[in-house]
C-alpha cells in the first residue's frame, strides 16, 4: 500500500495538505457532456491528455466515446500508449535524433500520429520510420492566425504535403489547424465568427491539396473554448479539447463554456498563521498553484481573497470594506482546511504528484499522475 492509500475512505478533510483533490462526480459529468455533444456532430473527440496527464483519465474519456487522445510531448505518448492506448496525436513537432528515436519507438505499439512544419523534419521521420521498419502518420500543422507553430496555409502546406506523400514509410493523413489565439475569447458569438474565418485557412489548404491530388482524411483542431464551434463545423473530423474534464476559474469566465461544464480541481489546503485581524496564510504558494491566468482563490469563502503566493505560502486578505476587523473577526484557524480553485487546470496538475479521489466528501481513490513533468 502506498504511503498515501490509507487516506482512502476517509473524509477529504482528514487529507494533510496541500493536496489535489477531483470531484469525480464532476469530472465524471464533464467527460459524459463532451461524449454526448460528439454523439451528435461528424467530429470525435480526441482529448488533449496534458491537462490531465493520467491513463486512467484518459481510458474513461475513450470509454465514453473519444477516438484516441491527443499529447503536447512525447514524455506524455509514451505515458498513455504503456497504459494501452494505441491511437495517438502528438500534435506538436518531433525534432531531433533521440526524439524521432523515441518515436518510432512508439509507433511499434501503437498508431501514433504526429504533427510536421518542416521539410528536413520530414526526411528525418522518415529516414528513422524506414530503419526501423514502421509506419508514422503524418499531419502538417499549418497556421491559422495563432502564430506558433505550423506552416503557412496553402502553396507552403501543398509542398510538405507533397513531400510526406512521397517520402517510405509516412502517411499522409491530413491537416491540424489550432486557433489558440480564439479558444477564451469572450462572447460567445464573436468567438465563432473569429474561428470560423481563422478556420477557413484551413479548409482552402484542404482544398488546394484534393485540387492536387492529395486526398485529406483528417482536419484537426480545437479546444475546450471552440468544441462546439469548431465541432460543429462537418468538415473538421477531430476535436483536440482538454481542460473541459476538470475546468477552471479561468475557463470558467468563458462565455458558453463556463456553464457547460463544472469545476472538478481544487487544491486542499490549511490555514498555518492568522497573523492579523484581517489576514490568514495558506501553506498553498506557487509550489502547488499556477497563477498565470490570475491568482486562485478559495471557494466557500467570498470574504477571502488571496491577494499573494509565495513559494509556499498564500496570503489572504479578509476584504470587510472599511470597517475595521477584530481578532475573531476571520472565520478560519490555523488548522482549519479550505479549498482553492484553480486559475489553470493544466499547469497545477503538472505541480502534483497525484490527485485524490473525492465522491461525496469520502476519499476514492488515489491516482498518480504518471506524466507530471513529462516535458521531453
Ligand atoms: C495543440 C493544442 N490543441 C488543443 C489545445 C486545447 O486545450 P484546452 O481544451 O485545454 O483549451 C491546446 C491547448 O494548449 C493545444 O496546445
Redesign the pocket.
Known amino acids: 500500500m502506498h504511503a498515501t492509500e490509507h487516506y482512502i475512505g476517509r473524509h477529504k478533510t482528514e487529507l494533510d495538505t496541500p493536496a489535489l483533490l477531483i470531484d469525480l462526480d464532476k469530472m465524471e459529468a464533464n467527460i459524459q457532456k463532451m461524449a454526448d455533444y460528439f454523439a451528435t456532430v461528424n467530429a470525435n473527440l480526441r482529448p488533449?491528455v496534458?491537462?490531465h496527464k493520467t491513463p486512467i483519465i484518459a481510458h474513461k474519456q475513450i470509454a465514453a466515446g473519444a477516438i484516441g487522445v491527443?499529447c503536447?510531448k512525447l514524455g506524455e505518448a509514451e505515458t498513455v500508449i504503456h497504459a494501452g492506448i494505441r491511437d495517438v496525436l502528438i500534435?506538436?513537432q518531433i525534432v531531433g535524433t533521440q526524439k524521432i528515436a523515441r518515436l518510432v519507438n512508439l509507433a511499434k505499439h501503437s498508431d501514433i500520429m504526429v504533427a510536421v512544419d518542416d521539410a528536413q523534419n520530414i526526411q528525418d521521420l522518415s529516414e528513422a520510420a524506414s530503419t526501423k521498419g514502421v509506419m508514422i502518420r503524418i499531419l502538417v500543422e499549418i497556421n491559422i492566425g495563432m502564430n506558433r507553430c505550423g506552416v503557412e496555409p496553402r502553396e507552403p502546406a501543398l509542398a510538405l504535403a507533397q513531400q510526406v506523400t512521397k517520402s517510405p514509410n509516412l502517411k499522409f493523413e491530413g491537416l491540424?489547424g489550432?486557433e489558440?489565439h480564439l479558444?477564451?475569447q469572450n462572447g460567445k458569438y464573436y468567438r465563432e465568427n473569429n474561428t470560423r474565418l481563422a478556420m477557413l485557412s484551413l479548409f482552402s489548404t484542404a482544398d488546394h491539396l484534393m485540387n492536387n491530388g492529395i486526398e485529406v482524411s483528417i482536419l484537426s483542431?480545437?479546444?475546450?473554448?471552440t468544441?462546439d464551434i469548431t465541432g460543429s463545423i462537418p468538415e473538421i473530423t477531430e476535436i483536440?479539447?482538454?481542460?473541459?474534464v476538470f475546468m477552471d476559474a479561468n475557463?470558467r469566465g468563458v462565455q458558453g463554456v463556463g456553464d457547460k461544464f463544472d469545476c472538478a480541481l481544487t487544491v486542499l489546503s490549511t490555514v498555518v498563521s492568522c497573523p492579523a485581524p484581517d489576514r490568514i496564510i495558506v501553506d498553498a504558494g506557487m509550489k502547488v498553484l499556477t497563477k498565470e491566468f490570475g491568482i486562485p482563490q478559495p471557494i466557500d469563502y467570498p470574504e477571502l481573497e488571496m491577494v499573494e503566493l509565495s513559494e509556499e505560502h498564500g496570503k489572504m486578505q479578509v476584504s470587510n470594506g472599511d470597517i475595521p476587523l477584530k481578532p475573531g473577526d476571520i472565520p478560519l484557524k490555523p488548522g482549519d482546511k479550505l479549498e482553492i480553485l484553480p486559475t489553470h487546470?493544466?499547469t497545477t496538475v503538472n505541480l502534483h504528484d497525484k490527485y485524490y479521489g473525492i465522491r461525496d466528501e469520502i476519499v476514492e481513490s488515489v491516482w498518480y499522475i504518471t506524466a507530471r513533468g513529462s516535458s521531453q
Open positions: 488533449h496534458k491537462t491527443t503536447a500534435a506538436n491540424m489550432y489558440g479558444i477564451t483542431g480545437g479546444g475546450t473554448g468544441y483536440q479539447a482538454g481542460s473541459y475557463y487546470c493544466c
